[in-house]
Each structure stands twice: as structure tokens, then as C-alpha cells.
T-cell receptor, first 112, second 114 residues
């Protein structure tokens, strides 16, 4: 099935550093979402974006909906060890089915 | 709020067995539930979309007779993997949504077929 391109694929960073990851698509989406998944668990919603250009924060996390509606990025400021996990972007299908197409994921590891 | 419970969290069974996985929305009535499959170190792949009281819509390549979905109420959907074989071993995750709200995910079921 279709997947969104997410980069980087993985990141090793020092605690306290800022993190940036992005997601691109060949298709336009009306809604972009960012989820975090930890081992053996389901994804947890971090941020949902509904409008092109929208910039939304959730604590140390900030995400933006690209103007072209074909991309989105997620920033994490001042990373901490519990930020470890896999971050997935998702675009909501415009067909009215509310289906999501997921990105390939960014695996984040934080070194204390 | 928006809690989705999935059961069981882990199951091991013999080849040829049928396995049922339950997905419940605990504090809201889900308009739609979704079933995903995730292989190790890969992303989530949608298997089917399920609306209460109607037949599930399966994604291309997903066998509807293999993966039976029942959505009997606004808070419960079940996925039955029929005559499971080792290649069906995977992490199965459900999600639920209400109206135009984001999907909320269960904690997944790890299925291992011996």
C-alpha cells in the first residue's frame, strides 16, 4: 500500500538536543497527524493539523502543516530520555473514508 | 478520554487455529473502527475499515475470508484470523474514531502462530 516518505529514518541524539523530522507525500492531504509508538504498544496521538500553514504545539512538540499540503514536520525541543520511540506521520485520505496513510517512521534514540 | 482497549495483548496458537481479537472504545461511541497490521520495524498497514452494522471494507490484497471483521456495536469490533498460519504472525492494531476526530489506537495484539 501507499506510504508517506518520512526522514530521517533514525536518529541518535544527546539529551537536551532539539530534534526535527519531516514527512512528504506526492498527494495532498487535508489533515496531517503525528503519532508516537513505543515497543509493544499502539501509536499515541501527539498533534493533529487541519489547515495548510497551521503551526501547533503540544508541550515541547511543535508540528506544522505544509503550505502545499503535501508535507509536514515535527520538532521536539530539549529532548529527554522518554522521547525515545518511533514517530509516525499520517495523512488522512480525502475520499471521505477517513482512512490514514502512515509514514515510514522515524526511530528516535536519546542518549543520556 | 478516547481510550481504546484491545484484547488479548498476546496470543500464541497452533497452525490451523482461528483467533479472535477484540477492540473496544471505552469512553466514546466509535463511528468507525480500523484494523491495521504491523510487521517488525515497519509502519502500520491498513487492513480494513469497519462501520457499525455494516460490512467491513477491505484494502486491496487483504483476504476478507481470512480476516473476518464484525462490528456489532458502536463500542466493539472483532477481527478473527481464520485458520491461522505462521505467515499470519504479526502485530495487529485497531483504532477507533468518532465523527471527524482523530483515530485513537489500541495497544495491539501480538499474534504468534506456531
Amino acid at each position: 500500500g501507499q506510504q508517506l516518505n518520512q526522514s530521517p529514518q533514525s536518529m541518535f541524539i544527546q539529551e537536551g538536543e532539539d530534534v526535527s523530522m519531516n514527512c512528504t507525500s506526492s498527494s495532498i492531504f487535508n489533515t496531517w497527524l503525528w503519532y508516537k509508538q513505543e515497543p509493544g504498544e499502539g501509536p499515541v496521538l501527539l498533534i493533529a493539523l487541519y489547515k495548510a500553514g497551521e503551526l501547533t504545539s503540544n508541550g515541547r512538540l511543535t508540528a506544522q502543516f505544509g503550505i502545499t499540503r503535501k508535507d509536514s514536520f515535527l520538532n521536539i525541543s530539549a529532548s529527554i530520555p522518554s522521547d525515545v520511540g518511533i514517530y509516525f506521520c499520517a495523512g488522512q485520505d480525502r475520499s471521505g473514508t477517513y482512512k490514514y496513510i502512515f509514514g515510514t517512521g522515524t526511530r528516535l534514540k536519546v542518549l543520556a | 478520554g478516547a481510550v481504546v482497549s484491545q484484547h488479548p495483548s498476546w496470543v500464541i496458537c497452533k497452525s490451523g487455529t482461528s483467533v479472535k481479537i477484540e477492540c473496544r472504545s471505552l469512553d466514546f461511541q466509535a463511528t468507525t473502527m480500523f484494523w491495521y497490521r504491523q510487521f517488525p520495524k515497519q509502519s502500520l498497514m491498513l487492513m480494513a475499515t469497519s462501520n457499525e452494522g455494516s460490512k467491513a471494507t477491505y484494502e486491496q490484497g487483504v483476504e476478507k475470508d481470512k480476516f473476518l471483521i464484525n462490528h456489532a456495536s458502536l463500542t466493539l469490533s472483532t477481527l478473527t484470523v481464520t485458520s491461522a498460519h505462521p505467515e499470519d504472525s504479526s502485530f495487529y492494531i485497531c483504532s477507533a474514531r468518532l465523527g471527524g476526530q482523530p483515530q485513537h489506537f489500541g495497544d495491539g495484539t501480538r499474534l504468534s502462530i506456531l
